[in-house]
Antibody
């Protein structure tokens, strides 16, 4: 069965970096894009962008350029989200999701990774 | 401010029916498929409806979706206490070239 398993919670200090992983299984990794979605505490879902798992080409949503980097290690069917120069407002749960381009929807989600930025 | 507008909250009694609206524009709902997600407390979102009105396998037919013009609606019949969750609509916005979500609706089953 399709599964997306994300890395565990992180506690970081302001200015540090964090790398969240999303390991896919149960399907051909390169056949579906991986998208990233942020959910700040008590807030709604916010689309961060996506990475083409065939070419490795990332696309970033408005507001997620510069400090945010999407990458892949296709040899282990894993996508990564790296955030640098962390700020308190980056505190959120970050989700990866398998995205079907034909219908433009997420059919499977990772369990989420809580990133807490605090001094 | 979300591109898609949902009511912040809805409520109904067990066994009753509820609808959740999602309003957009011609650049998003008007010309693209709508999906709906259920997010139970402390968990990841789960796909309920895709391509306006299709249910993934395992989703009961108590959940339904429809779309008309630039608005979409999620319907839930036979409400159960286990349906208490946040519900989000989602679509593609062709003008923004972006996935957009509604602000979410909290369902309370009284």
């Amino acid at each position: 069965q399709v599964q997306l398993v994300q890395s565990g919670s992180e506690l970081k200090k302001p200015g540090a970096s964090v790398k969240v992983s999303c390991k896919a299984s149960g399907y051909t990794f390169s056949s579906y894009a991986i998208n990233w979605v942020r959910q700040a505490p008590g807030q709604g879902l916010e689309w961060m962008g996506w990475i083409n798992t065939n070419t490795g080409n990332p696309t970033y949503a408005q507001g997620f350029t510069g400090r945010f980097v999407f990458s892949l290690d296709s040899s282990v069917s894993t996508a990564y989200l790296q955030i640098s120069s962390l700020k308190a407002e980056d505190t959120a749960v970050y989700y990866c999701g398998r995205f079907l381009g034909s219908g433009k929807y997420f059919d499977h989600w990772g369990q989420g990774t809580l990133v807490t930025v605090s001094s | 401010q979300s591109v898609l507008t949902q009511p912040p909250s809805v409520s109904a009694a067990p066994g009753q029916k509820v609808t959740i609206s999602c309003s957009g524009s011609s650049s998003n709902i008007g010309n693209n498929y709508v999906s709906w997600y259920q997010q139970l407390p402390g968990t990841a979102p789960k796909l309920l409806i895709y391509e306006n009105n299709k249910r993934p396998s395992g989703i009961p037919d108590r959940f339904s979706g429809s779309k008309s013009g630039t608005s979409a609606t999620l319907g839930i019949t036979g409400l159960q206490t286990g349906d208490e969750a946040d519900y989000y609509c989602e679509t593609w916005d062709s003008r923004l070239s972006a996935v957009v979500f509604g602000g979410g609706t909290k369902l309370t089953v009284l």
